[in-house]
């Protein structure tokens, strides 16, 4: 897919892969609708890119109200869209499920599933209507895969995304719109804090070095200009994924001493 002067919308845009996403954007010659819930780094993301080709929207995309009234906006400003970007996501506390309430449950399914999930129906008819090519890019995890002790909700809601995703290429298969799930592993960014979680994710749990968000979003991009559909993101990622495909008990019980949960 050739993406120059393609519309853009990037959640999650204000830190971490979302906002590398954005700057990378901008620099191919994308049109870019960055939104996050953080106004305050919206507004430091475009004093920094300061382009004409970005608009910064803020959004709770755990709220259905807020994604609706963005869509709203968004049509203000921009006649269609090409892509879209689900990036936004937060973590749980690493505790266990009987130790979750209900609050906390309800927030990280509502922001990492749901608000996806509305966010791609309120603007399925400007993808599918008789255009060029569009795409819609989910970012699930590896947590999405693989079971992490301590983030059973986390990755159930990246599990689900992950199916939704994969559901919706069988949908969009024949149509002018390609899909992608990408899954990456640990990666050097703030959403430990941006989820007002406190651990230290220095290795992701397992031993390996956590992927900067700069080459994240550049793996992203790439994807979407060589049409992929599956995108596993940080060597983590990838060797879970083989470890888990060969003996899930036994890669269960590889994760559980790394991280040292159980005890």
Not at 33 to 46: G, S, W
Not at 81 to 98: H, L, M, S
Request: glycine content about 6%; aromatic content about 8%; hydrophobic content about 40%.
């Amino acid at each position: 897919m050739k993406i120059n002067k393609k519309n853009v919308i990037v959640t999650g845009a204000a830190s971490g892969v979302g906002k590398e996403l954005a700057k990378q954007l901008i620099k191919k010659g994308c049109n870019v609708a960055a939104i996050d819930i953080n106004k305050d780094n919206l507004d430091e993301l475009r004093n920094e890119i300061n382009s004409k080709r970005l608009n910064t929207y803020v959004v709770d995309m755990g709220s259905d109200e807020s994604i609706r009234s963005f869509r709203e906006e968004y049509k203000k400003d921009y006649s269609d869209v090409d892509i879209i970007i689900n990036n936004a996501g937060i973590i749980q506390p690493f505790v266990k499920v009987e130790n979750l309430d209900d609050k906390t449950i309800d927030k990280v399914m509502k922001v990492n599933f749901f608000g996806p999930v509305n966010l791609i129906r309120y603007f399925m008819e400007d993808l599918t209507h008789d255009r060029s090519e569009q795409y819609i890019v989910n970012v699930s995890s590896m947590g999405g895969f693989f079971p992490f002790p301590g983030q059973t909700i986390y990755g159930a809601s990246k599990a689900a995304l992950k199916i939704f995703t994969e559901g919706l290429y069988a949908e969009l298969e024949k149509t002018n719109v390609r899909v992608m799930i990408v899954l990456p592993g640990a990666m050097n960014t703030n959403i430990t804090k941006n989820s007002n979680v406190e651990v230290d994710m220095s290795n992701g749990g397992s031993g390996m070095k956590m992927l900067e968000a700069d080459v994240a979003a550049a793996q992203i991009i790439n994807g979407i200009e060589k049409n992929k559909f599956k995108l596993f993101l940080g060597s983590d990622s990838k060797f879970l994924r083989l470890l888990y495909k060969i003996n899930s008990k036994s890669a269960i019980k590889f994760i559980n001493k790394k991280m040292n949960i159980n005890k």
